[in-house]
């Protein structure tokens, strides 16, 4: 299992964990499917009423998908199979609140967790980045997921600027991606007391509440979403060319921390 749950029954909280850190927490296929059918699950769970999704040891929440998987795509440019449009709890129908809690690096496909989550309580040592431009890949579901948390601009300069810069977690911050910053190794405390009092109110008007703040935006990021296959298809590289960029990453010195 490349998860691990824990679950309070008696504050109802569940504590998921992506359990890879020999791998910084990179998804897999495996795991990619494992939080699909964890988050399907959690929809009849009753005893469960508010979850709070973190990564094994401190040095990365995720990385996003594992280098090491290799996904066939089909031979159009109008489509685009990628495994992790499943990962997050939305994508599976879950209305239940879902807190994530960041140590260490979130970057890449983590946005697609960290997209779907109600809010984010980061500890001072987080940081975030997208990694896609620099190795000859479109940013467009990140960017999609970040579009709505983030303005505008700190999207665009986070996406455009790759592994050459990190998000520092006071400016996430600042910017409104992250609702809390704590002292390092404090990320998963402070999530599950968050969660503690939430699944200490009503659970109809909680989860009622968690649908009609999505409704805001949720037209909006169905249209954009639905245009990120053909940007994807039209603007990587080759696998082998992306394979080469991230091979000579090590070149490009420490990236700067904003």
């Known amino acids: ?121 980061a500890s001072r040592e987080a940081t975030f980045f997208d990694p896609h431009t620099t190795y000859g890949m479109v940013s467009a579901y990140e960017a999609i997921a970040m579009a ?4 505008f601009g700190e999207v665009a300069r986070m996406a455009l600027m790759g592994t050459a810069e990190r998000v520092s977690a006071e400016r996430a911050y600042t910017v409104g991606l992250v609702s809390e910053v704590t002292e390092p190794g404090g990320a998963v405390a402070a999530a599950l007391r968050a969660a503690a009092v939430i699944t200490g109110y009503p659970t109809e008007a909680v989860q009622g509440t968690v649908r009609a703040v999505w409704s805001a935006k949720e037209a909006a990021r169905t249209q954009a979403m639905a245009q990120a296959p053909a940007l994807i298809s039209l603007g990587n590289l080759p696998p082998d060319r992306q394979a080469e960029l991230f091979g000579a990453r090590g070149g490009g010195g420490e990236p700067r921390v904003r």
């Open 1 to 121: 299992m490349a998860l691990r749950i824990e679950r309070d029954k008696e504050r109802g909280v569940a504590l998921v964990v992506l359990d890879r850190s020999e791998k910084l927490n990179a998804i897999d296929l495996e795991t990619a499917g494992e939080l699909a059918l964890l988050w399907r699950e959690l929809r009849y769970d009753e005893s469960v009423r508010a979850v709070v999704l973190t990564g094994a040891g401190t040095r990365a929440f995720c990385t996003g998908i594992d280098r090491g998987v290799e996904v066939p795509q089909p031979p159009s440019p109008y489509a685009v199979d990628d495994p992790l449009l499943r990962i997050g709890p939305k994508a599976n129908d879950l209305w239940k609140p879902v807190i994530a809690a960041v140590e260490g690096m979130a970057c890449g496909g983590a946005f697609y967790l960290l997209g779907e989550a109600e809010f984010v309580v």
């Open 148 to 151: 709505q948390r983030m303005p």
